[in-house]
């Protein structure tokens, strides 16, 4: 399972980092997203990363970073220079399976 820790508030301009644990059968060897959702919107793809490649949407390349620590089995979002559209929750997710999500709002 994909156990998710971090998020929370953040005023324009700051930084938060998410966390997504990977536990039991899943192997990060597939890669890991991460995915934002607002209401009444469809899950979006913000970020992923495999076997070393790493893609992010438009709108927040430049100040979001996802990283791998292979040694825990822990994938990072570094998210940096935060904007009030950044709000949403965040969920990370690979081989079908879900992390419970996170709310991340960013609001001065």
């Known amino acids: 399972q994909l156990v998710q820790s971090g998020g929370g508030s953040a005023q324009p301009g700051g930084s938060l980092t998410l966390s997504c644990a990977v536990t039991?059968?899943?192997?990060?060897?597939?890669?890991m997203g991460w995915y934002r959702q607002i209401p009444e919107k469809q899950r979006e793809l913000v970020a992923s990363?495999?076997?070393?490649?790493?893609e992010y949407v438009d709108s927040v390349k430049g100040r979001f970073a996802i990283s791998i620590d292979n040694a825990k089995d822990i994938v990072y979002l570094q998210m940096n220079s935060l904007k009030p559209e950044d709000t949403g929750v965040y969920y990370c997710g690979t081989q079908g399976v879900w992390g419970q999500g996170t709310q991340v709002t960013v609001s001065s």
């Open positions: 990363i495999y076997d070393g490649y790493r």
């Open positions: 039991g059968s899943i192997t990060i060897n597939y890669g």
